[in-house]
């Protein structure tokens, strides 16, 4: 019987485990967005965010305080090959998956706050120079 339980619970343990294509893909990221443009002026506002194109499901730009700004890439970290796999909304700073029902915190490191996800989304780095924003990894 002990033999038995211990091959059960390997079986749960092996079949639960995620895909080889279940990670979120590494993507060469070399954007560069003029944050003046009218298309743009939704981030002028602390707490403000916008969606551009590029990365893997496409990009978030949050405007947290002053000066910060935090970039993510849309695709959720819960089983992210799925093709509805996709931040479409952003709320108060919480970012929700319109596939599932996770959401992540984007004013700070983009933690997820609600299961089922339980990885960060991926963040990209950035730098600014005047109205200029150059988003890369």
Known sequence: ????FIIIIFSL?????NSKD????????NEIIDLSLPQNSNIINNG???????????IIIYHSIGN?????????????????????????????CGCCPSAF??????????????LPLKQYNWSLENSIMRIYN
């Not at 343990?13 to 485990?17: A, H, P, Q, T």
């Open 1 to 4: 019987m002990n033999k038995a």
């Open 13 to 17: 343990i092996f079949l639960s485990c």
């Open 22 to 29: 279940d990670f979120i893909e590494n993507v060469y990221v």
């Open 48 to 58: 403000s965010h916008i969606f551009i194109e590029g990365g893997v499901e496409g």
């Open 68 to 96: 910060e700004y935090k970039v993510y890439d849309r695709n959720c970290s819960y089983e992210p090959s799925l093709n509805c796999a996709s931040i479409d909304s952003v709320n108060s700073g919480i970012a929700f």
């Open 105 to 118: 915190s984007i004013f700070s490191s983009g933690e997820a706050i609600n299961a089922p996800a339980l």
